[in-house]
Nanobody
Framework: HVQLVESGGGSVQAGGSLRLSCKVSGSIYDHFCMAWFRQTPGKGREVIAQIDTFGVRTYADSVKGRAFISRDNFENTLDLQMKNLKPEDSGMYYC??????????????????WGLGTQVTVS
């Protein structure tokens, strides 16, 4: 049974930094595209960063230059580091896994495994 568990959320001042982590249990990790999504009341759930099994990273324009996604295939963890945080970065952050070696366009339907999310509030 595969589980994704996020951690690292909380309240941060604008201009600050944060690091979110996702622990993946099970044996699927190194075969899956991994991503971080953010959900806000105004925009719904949208992908902000993806990393495929080859280490290729993609970012949403809203976080490009401020975010860094990384994965550790030995520890089965997925991290998201963000700097220069803005109030609009507030939201629920979800770790997600897609059964594809190469990530697609970030469509929610591509992702079959989800964590429960961790809240980030920037003020």
């Amino acid at each position: 049974h595969v589980q994704l568990v996020e951690s690292g959320g909380g309240s941060v001042q604008a201009g600050g930094s944060l690091r979110l982590s996702c622990k993946v249990s099970g044996s699927i990790y190194d075969h899956f595209c991994m991503a971080w999504f953010r959900q806000t009341p105004g925009k719904g759930r949208e992908v902000i960063a993806q990393i495929d099994t080859f280490g290729v990273r993609t970012y949403a324009d809203s976080v490009k230059g401020r975010a860094f996604i990384s994965r550790d295939n030995f520890e089965n963890t997925l991290d998201l580091q963000m700097k220069n945080l803005k109030p609009e970065d507030s939201g629920m952050y979800y770790c997600a896994a897609s059964p594809m070696s190469v990530c697609g366009g970030g469509a929610i339907v591509d992702y079959t495994l989800w964590g429960l999310g961790t809240q980030v509030t920037v003020s």
